[in-house]
């Protein structure tokens, strides 16, 4: 009997069948991360700043936006290293897994922070716009939707009392970021970010070059442009020490 009910919907199978064929793959958030970024150098550089649509933005966003000049250094798996020097005083961040460490020699500043459960506290590559495999450790991607050829999901962290999140648009092409939107505990917008003019270091290997960050009125509050950019040609694993 069940075999004669199927048989008598073979027109209807056949449709659902064929909206199913037709329907686009999208892929898994752990498909577009920057797997092949091995290691990562570049320079950055604060082209346009102003400093009352920063201060518009929550948190210390506008006191780090003082950092103009910046060398970033990345080896896959969690390690970064933002070094600066500012009115003479060299000062360098080192992310490292769990572990966070900030150095400033000068005023005898040398402070190591176990960030474990605390993924807000982590910065990653997704600042820069790549999707590094690491973040998939502290973080769900959830696919919500096509906005005009980007794959848009909803970034999250996996601990359930976490309600902070972010929503990434994802070149398909190119796997980086092209826009990022930043949402507090509450759900409010504090920031947003583009990610523009990809550069192609290596074949099929991208990095934008270009960051504009607005702030929650949607002001354009500064520039960065990303310079001198290394992928894969090696980084000394004693920088990442403490």
């Excluded at 008598?8 to 064929?21: M, P």
């Excluded at 919500?144 to 980007?150: I, K, N, Y």
């Excluded at 070059?209 to 310079?227: I, Q, S």
């Amino acid at each position: 009997m069940r075999w004669l009910v199927f048989a008598g919907s073979t027109a209807a199978v056949a449709v659902v069948l064929q909206s199913v064929a037709a329907a686009p793959v999208v892929p898994e958030f752990s498909k577009l991360t920057s797997t092949r970024f091995q290691t990562l150098t570049m320079d950055s550089e604060v082209v346009t700043e102003n400093r009352a649509e920063l201060k518009k933005i929550p948190g210390d966003f506008a006191q780090a936006y003082r950092f103009h000049r910046v060398s970033i250094a990345y080896k896959q798996p969690g390690k970064l290293q933002f070094d600066t020097t500012v009115a003479g005083t060299h000062i360098t961040y080192t992310i490292n897994g769990n572990k966070r460490f900030t150095s400033v020699p000068s005023f005898r500043v040398h402070k190591v922070e176990d960030i474990s459960g605390a993924p807000g506290k982590k910065q990653s590559l997704l600042d820069c716009g790549l999707v590094p495999p690491e973040l998939l450790d502290d973080f769900d991607g959830i696919y919500e939707r096509t906005d005009a050829g980007q794959l848009v999901y909803k970034v999250k962290p996996k601990i359930k009392t976490e309600r902070f999140h972010e929503q990434v648009w994802v070149d398909p092409k190119t796997h980086i970021v092209t826009k990022r939107e930043r949402y507090n505990q509450d759900g409010k917008l504090m920031s947003w970010y583009r990610y523009l003019n990809p550069a192609e270091p290596r074949p099929r290997m991208y990095v934008p070059t270009r960051v504009e960050v607005y702030n929650p009125e949607n002001k354009l509050a500064g520039v960065t442009v990303y310079k001198n950019i290394k992928i894969n040609l090696g980084v000394d694993d004693k920088i990442f020490d403490f």
